[in-house]
């Protein structure tokens, strides 16, 4: 999904699953495999190694969205599963996939990111 967006950077280091890891009243991780569990997904720029993939992971992310606890972006190090390119298209969210894995491991929690989906900038301010 193409489009600008910034927030602090959420980073996870085990797969995410739109579908059942996250309230959707709060955007808070609730899913108990999560490194995440207990955190806010709102307004961040989400970055995942992966996500775990389902049918039905565009509803969610949507309904995020509907509820303005949505991710500002997601940045993955491999490809999403092809519901979540849905929900982020749904969604107006930018996701940039297949970011090195050494650049995830440069940023820091909490520190302020912008994207690019066009072009796939990843940026700390």
Known sequence: ???????PALLSDTPLSF???L???TGRVVGQGSDLIGQSVAGTVLVLR???GSAGAWRFLYQLKRAGTHPAAI???GMPDPSVVQGAIL???PVIA???ADLRATIAPGT??????ASGMVRAE
Not at 1 to 7: F, T, V
């Open 1 to 7: 999904m193409k489009g600008p967006a910034a927030g």
């Open 19 to 21: 579908l059942g890891d």
């Open 23 to 25: 309230d959707i009243a």
């Open 50 to 52: 992966a996500t775990r």
């Open 75 to 77: 940045v993955l190090e």
């Open 91 to 93: 969604s107006f969210i």
């Open 98 to 100: 297949n970011i090195p």
């Open 112 to 117: 302020p990111l912008s994207v690019d989906g």
